[in-house]
């Protein structure tokens, strides 16, 4: 058992390692035997330390990701009251029009038209009472007019002062997201990195991944399931985002995805949207996965100026850890291609069957669950699958709406 300050001394470790993290592979040596009790008890004490500074890392990451999903959903409940306060100030902006064109036309009619004369309505009065009565009810409909435009103007004042401040709410919103955002990719780091020592060191991860989602309990920001990534129903969710409302989304995100426009598979130039959809409902996969996925590989969400590599190579299929396979360059081919292989990884799968991941076995519960191993063969790659679904789309193990 590791006292408190040696605890704090190898998290302090872990933080400072992150500088070596450019480096794509880190090996560690390990001594084939060790003989003296000295040995021993150091080979016990490095062990210790990984995986304490290992479940330290996956507890710091899941609480960031906890922040940054309820940041999010935060977010986008205060963009929805920013787009419906400018839906009723566009609303009121035409009512003030349609008032301030009657109001004149009125005025017109009564005082200079040729059908409803002010002085032949008022001289053709039969009585004192009956003129004083006409002449009234001419003020009150002027007076009703000319206050029901002062209303509106008002009303139009006002939701644009709540506009403004629900503007910078957001602005504040997105400013924090970024720094939480910015957090959560060091924390990621320094995951990988201390998911490699522990591993050089002959820990088990995915039973150290099993021990910390035990710990966390099941609740919507529990830990990573090694074993159960997505359900094969969010997996399969082909109908959960239309070609418009993943137009939608992509405005939303930083990147440029939204005006990016290219040759499919079949050589015909789509927007995004369009492509995601065709191989979605191609090979049954959810459009939701083909955006984590695009994220993943390539940052593509978020980059404001990505490469045209990035676009080439866009979900990463055909780029193996030892050979690239050009047929599937081109942003279109990735996107077709890539759902193909998502798909046709699935097949294999049948209960009780598993997989050795960086060393360690997982026993996947489902077909999503294997086909996103076998596309990408390490924890790391699928955590931050589940991590940026977590993100977007909210849990992947939970069934889908509607």
């Given at each position: 058992m590791?006292?408190?300050?040696?605890?704090?001394?190898?998290?302090?470790?872990?933080?400072?390692?992150?500088?070596?993290l450019a480096l794509p592979h880190i090996a560690y040596a390990v001594p084939a035997t060790v003989g003296t009790p000295n040995q021993i008890e150091t080979k016990k004490a490095q062990r210790d330390?990984?995986?304490?500074?290992?479940?330290?890392?996956?507890?710091?990451?899941?609480?960031k990701t906890s922040e940054y999903i309820e940041g999010a959903r935060e977010l986008e409940r205060t963009r929805a009251e920013v787009s419906e306060v400018s839906t009723q100030m566009a609303a009121l902006d035409e009512s003030i029009t349609r008032a301030e064109t009657a109001l004149v036309q009125r005025a017109i009619e009564l005082y200079r038209g040729d059908r409803l004369n002010l002085l032949a309505l008022l001289l053709d009065s039969r009585s004192?009472?009956?003129?004083?009565?006409?002449a009234n009810y001419l003020v009150t409909i002027n007076g009703h007019d000319s206050r029901m435009v002062t209303g509106l103007r008002q009303a139009r004042t006002e939701s644009a002062w709540l506009h403004e401040r629900l503007s910078e709410r957001v602005a504040r919103q997105e400013a924090l997201q970024l720094a939480t955002e910015n957090a959560r990719k060091d924390l990621d780091l320094r995951m990988k990195q201390q998911q490699a020592e522990a591993t050089a060191l002959g820990e088990d991860l995915a039973e150290l991944m099993r021990r910390a989602r035990t710990f966390a309990g099941s609740e919507a920001s529990g830990a990573f399931d090694p074993d159960t990534i997505i359900t094969d129903a969010n997996f399969r969710d082909v109908g959960s985002m239309t070609v418009a409302?993943?137009?939608?989304?992509?405005e939303r995100q930083?990147?440029?995805?939204?005006?990016?426009?290219?040759?499919?598979?079949?050589?015909?130039?789509?927007?995004v949207a369009e492509m995601i959809v065709e191989a979605a409902v191609a090979y049954r996969i959810s459009p939701k996965?083909?955006?984590?996925t695009l994220q993943k590989e390539q940052s593509l969400l978020e980059k404001r100026n990505p490469t045209q590599k990035s676009y080439d190579w866009a979900m990463g299929c055909g780029?193996?850890?030892?050979?690239?396979?050009?047929?599937?360059?081109?942003?279109?081919?990735?996107?077709?291609?890539?759902?193909?292989?998502?798909?046709?990884?699935a097949a294999p799968w049948h209960a009780g069957i598993e997989r050795k991941i960086d060393g360690s076995v997982v026993r996947m519960t489902n077909e999503a669950t294997y086909s996103l191993?076998?596309?990408?063969?390490?924890?790391?790659?699928?955590?931050?699958?589940?991590?940026?679904?977590?993100?977007y789309f909210g849990s992947p193990l939970e069934s889908p709406a509607g």
């Open positions: 590791l006292t408190r300050a040696s605890r704090r001394l190898s998290y302090t470790t872990a933080v400072v390692t992150l500088c070596v330390a990984a995986v304490a500074a290992l479940q330290q890392a996956q507890f710091d990451l899941n609480v004192v009472s009956d003129f004083m009565t006409r409302e993943i137009q939608t989304f992509l930083p990147g440029t995805l939204d005006t990016y426009r290219a040759k499919d598979h079949n050589g015909r130039t789509s927007s996965v083909i955006l984590v780029r193996a850890d030892s050979r690239t396979y050009t047929q599937y360059k081109g942003f279109g081919k990735q996107i077709w291609f890539g759902a193909e292989k998502l798909n046709k990884n191993y076998k596309y990408t063969p390490h924890f790391h790659g699928n955590q931050m699958f589940w991590s940026l679904y977590w993100r």
